[in-house]
């Protein structure tokens, strides 16, 4: 099992769409979660922290559950913008590793 | 604020030359410093990482070296590149465990 395994994709939503993708991670240890976002060909930008309450930023919205260990990305009201690669990045458990996963693709169409 | 190179942007190398990456990073002091290689359609995978100066921790066995000769400047080498030496490598910083923060990345293609 991948210690991070998100779903490929590529997800086709037109525009103005909800969409959402999880991500699942196989250590129990893990204590920081994040969402990355990657346009083709360059470098992955943070998109958000995922807390354990849950975080809002926008029309964007992370949420944490530990017991089934996954974290989720939902974006609401979509752009044509919001197209990319999401990725999900997981604490290894020790200070200074991020486990990442291989992305989501997202493509949003007019 | 804090703003991170490298260069190039791009190369292309033949087979068992050498290769030289830098990385630097502006605007803050005593940062880690990590180097990712990532292929294509692939997730990022981590190569090196370091705390301090000439401290370097290697994440997976390759033909790949790193170097920290100053504070805020990080370098991956190779003696003789690989054809699955290939991909997009990207270094990053952060400060202790806060979040990751990448550079343009450099894409090398060996021939």
């Known amino acids: 099992r991948k210690e991070v395994e998100q779903d490929p994709g590529p997800f086709n939503v037109p525009e103005g769409a909800t969409v959402a993708f999880n991500c699942t991670y196989s250590n129990s240890a893990s204590q920081s979660f994040f969402w990355y976002r990657q346009d083709c060909r360059k470098e992955p930008k943070l998109l958000m922290s995922?807390?354990?309450?849950?975080n809002e930023d926008g029309r964007f919205t992370a949420q944490l559950n530990r017991a089934s260990q996954y974290i989720s990305l939902l974006i609401r009201d979509s752009k044509l913008s919001d197209s990319a690669t999401y990725l999900c990045?997981?604490?290894?458990?020790?200070?200074?590793?991020?486990?990442w996963g291989a992305g989501t693709k997202l493509i949003i169409k007019p | 604020s804090q703003t991170i190179h490298q260069w190039p942007a791009t190369l292309v190398q033949p087979v068992g030359s050498p290769l030289s990456l830098e990385c630097t990073v502006e605007g803050t002091s005593n940062p880690n410093l990590y180097w990712y290689r990532q292929a294509a359609g692939r997730g990022l995978q981590l190569l090196f990482y370091?705390?301090?100066?000439?401290?370097i921790s290697s994440e997976v066995p390759q033909n790949l070296s790193a170097s920290r000769p100053q504070d805020r400047q990080f370098i991956l080498s190779s003696k003789k590149l690989l054809l699955s030496d290939s991909g997009f490598y990207l270094c990053?910083?952060?400060?202790?465990?806060?979040?990751?923060?990448f550079g343009p990345g450099t894409r090398l293609l060996v021939l």
């Open positions: 990053a910083w952060n400060l202790a465990e806060e979040t990751q923060y």
């Open positions: 990045v997981v604490n290894g458990g020790s200070n200074y590793q991020l486990i």
């Open positions: 370091s705390v301090g100066i000439g401290q």
């Open positions: 995922v807390y354990s309450s849950g």
